[in-house]
Structure formats: structure tokens, C-alpha cells
């Protein structure tokens, strides 16, 4: 009975030492448990926003690509407004050449005469009759850019043929080598509005009369 006294606080104090050393040894794999699982969690997550070096180079190629093409329309869509521009609104186009020539016939008392008034302008006709624009040619003559035009002009009372050739002058401006319109009459009348081949004249003839 004194043995059984003496032993029983030894057993119960090495009873709550493995208690307490089970407590401590689920606290501690649980700890490891939860560092394993943030260790993974980070990688995990490093993983997802750490992109190869072969997709990066991808979507580079995709963007300079990308780049590309909206800087080739940027490029065409200008090239297109500048051709645009220029044939309406350039001196030298040939669609301003035919305007001012068509304006200046208007104006002329001779032709106004002969033709009666209204006057419309107008290009060659097609077999379904339907008006194009005035026929034009740009050619090079010793070493001056030149433009050659022909259209019609209709009136009350005839129609008649205008032809004109333009000249590059020394400033670089179109100067007329000749205007003059040949009205369909009897007489096959012309009217010269502008004679300048002495003041451009060429070793190579030219004649008046423009052929398309």
C-alpha cells in the first residue's frame, strides 16, 4: 500500500509528459503542414505570373506585328489623302487644268457668240452616252513637264472642240503653249485664246492638233 502511494504521483507525472510531449508533437506537424502548404501557394502563384522566356518572346513578335500593320494602313490611308489632295486642289492637276480651261472658254465673248449661251463642258462620250472626264496625256519634252487636254463645250447654238497644252515653266508652274476650240460650223471656225509655241518653241515640231 505505501509503494502503491509512492509510485502513483510518478505514473501520473510521466502520464502527463507524454501528454504534453503528443500536444507538443501534432502542434509542431501542424506547423510543418502549414509551411508546406504557403510554400506551395507562393510557388504556385510565382508559377502563374513568371511567364516563359518563349511566350514572352511571342506576344512581342504579336505586338510588333500588331504595331506593323497599323503603322502600314496609317502609311496608306495618308498616301491616299495626298493623292486626293493634290488632284483636286494642286495648280498642276489635271482636274484644276480642266476647271481654270473651262472657266476661261466661258468667259470668252467669241465663243459665247458662236455657241450661245447656255455653255456646258463636258469629256468624251461612250457608246451608252455617258460623259467622262476631259482626255489628258503628261508627257516630258525637253525636259519640261507638259500636259496635253481635249474636251467639248455645247451651246444653244453649236458645239466645238477645245484643245490646250500645258508647259513646266521655270518656276515650276503650268503655263499654256496653247488654248483654242474649234467650233463644229460650217466654216469650221477656231477661236485661239492662247498662242505661246515661239515662247516654248522645240527642236522636235509639234502640231496643234491633239490625237487620243
Known sequence: MTLTKFLHP???YRTQIFHCNGICFQQIKRCKSKQSAISKSVR????????P???KVKETTKTASYLGIILLGVGVTGT???AVFHELFS????NNVYSQAVKRCKADVRIQDKLGLPITAFGAETRRRRRQHASHVVFERDGRQCLRMKFYLKGSFHQGTVQLEMVQNDSGDYEYRYLFIQIDDLLQ???ILEDNRSKFASSTTQSMDLAF
Open 44 to 51: 504556385t502563384e510565382v508559377d502563374t505570373h513568371v511567364k
Open 189 to 191: 471656225t477656231t477661236i
Open 91 to 94: 495648280s498642276k492637276s489635271p
Open 53 to 55: 522566356l518563349g511566350e
Open 10 to 12: 510518478i505514473l501520473r
Open 80 to 82: 491616299l489623302f495626298y
